[in-house]
């Protein structure tokens, strides 16, 4: 499974951004979907994450800020960020377990980095 990322960039202080992920390949069964993020010099942290079903967890520090979801047609997940704060500038990854049809064993995979400047 290949991810590409997409929808980082530079935005001001309180305002807002929205990430997709697209998972790509055939024959397979995404089940969990994720957004990670890593600020120079610190460990990678998961900022969101939402199962196949839908039910969804989020990292202290952005609740009721961001938003997760996912297009299961599309394989995708979006990330929508509101009221962004300088520290959560960071480079953003998108992560998925996934299976291959009619099979138990588990793959993740992870896309490239996409890069998210708040400024003051």
């Known amino acids: 499974v290949q991810l590409q990322a997409s929808g980082g960039g530079l935005v001001q202080a309180g305002g807002s951004l929205r990430l997709s992920c697209a998972a790509s390949?055939?024959?397979?069964?995404?089940?969990?979907m994720d957004w990670y993020r890593q600020a120079p010099g610190k460990q990678r942290e998961l900022v969101a994450g939402?199962?196949?079903?839908?039910?969804?967890n989020y990292a202290s520090s952005v609740k009721g800020r961001f938003t997760i979801s996912r297009d299961n047609a599309k394989n995708t997940v979006y990330l929508q960020m509101n009221s962004l704060k300088p520290e959560d500038t960071a480079a953003y990854y998108c992560?998925?377990?996934?299976?291959?049809?009619?099979?138990?064993?588990?793959?993740?995979?992870w896309g490239q980095g996409t890069q998210v400047t708040v400024s003051s």
């Open positions: 992560h998925a377990v996934w299976s291959k049809l009619f099979s138990v064993r588990k793959y993740d995979s």
């Open positions: 390949g055939s024959r397979l069964s995404i089940n969990d």
């Open positions: 939402v199962s196949s079903g839908g039910s969804t």
